[in-house]
């Protein structure tokens, strides 16, 4: 069974760096083409992809937030790590992460976390 | 920027209806389209995977139809635990993008 697990802060200040990490179980993040990714959604809004990294080097980024973002990966501790700097209210959100199934398996998210809402203060 | 535009925003109906959502791509996609279930509160849901498959668990009165540019998901005949909001999103270039939803409420 595949898990997932945001934590981090649930509030920040503007101008600061906000770190939430990703914890995940029932599968590794060695194999090809596996992948992770993370999504916000504003209170009442859409989804909205942010970042995705795979197994090996592949990194992609939302061009609207590309400059703001580091996506990584702890393959030992079975985490991944999103990094954005600069937060604005506008950035106020809950954010999830998610397991991407390999190509062969379809290449979808198929397992969501339950998601940390994070709040950007002036 | 593949931009996908979901109608309606929102729908209200009963029980037992039959529902038709959609899915309009900018471009074509082929059939790298998903869609997704969120309830209030709750993280999302796959549903459908490569425009027409069923994901896992998913009961037989979801299909998905479609390619290129528009894109369907039907519920036959709705059940209580269906009302919620549903979303695509498409994987067929970067960035990957969600359509803005649409909301499937009792009336």
């Known amino acids: 069974q595949i898990t997932l697990k945001e934590s981090g802060p649930t509030l920040v200040k503007t101008t600061q760096t906000l770190t939430l990490t990703c914890t995940f179980s029932?599968?590794?993040?060695?194999?090809?083409?596996?992948?992770v990714g993370w999504f916000r959604q504003p209170p009442g809004k859409a989804l909205e992809w942010l970042a995705l990294?795979?197994?090996?080097?592949?990194?992609h980024y939302s061009p609207s937030l590309e400059t703001r973002l580091t996506i990584l990966k702890d393959t030992s501790k079975n985490q991944v790590v999103l990094i954005m700097t600069k937060m604005d209210p506008g950035d106020t959100a809950t954010y999830y992460c998610?397991?991407?199934?390999?190509?062969?398996?379809?290449?979808?998210?198929?397992?969501w976390g339950q998601g940390i809402p994070v709040t950007v203060s002036s | 920027e593949i931009v996908l535009t979901q109608s309606p925003a929102t729908l209200s109906l009963s029980p037992g209806e039959r529902v038709t959502l959609s899915c309009r791509a900018s471009q074509s996609i082929h059939n790298y389209l998903a869609w997704y279930q969120q309830k209030r509160g709750q993280a999302p849901r796959l549903v459908i995977s490569d425009a027409t498959n069923r994901a896992t668990g998913i009961p037989a009165r979801f299909s998905g139809s479609g390619s290129g540019t528009d894109f369907t998901l039907t519920i036959s005949s709705l059940e209580p635990e269906d009302f919620a909001v549903y979303y695509c999103?498409?994987?067929?270039?970067?960035?990957?993008?969600f359509g803005g939803g649409t909301k499937v409420e009792i009336k």
């Open positions: 990294i795979y197994w090996g080097v592949d990194k």
């Open positions: 998610a397991h991407r199934r390999p190509p062969s398996a379809g290449d979808w998210f198929d397992a």
């Open positions: 029932g599968f590794p993040l060695s194999t090809d083409r596996v992948g």
């Open positions: 999103l498409q994987r067929s270039d970067w960035p990957l993008t």
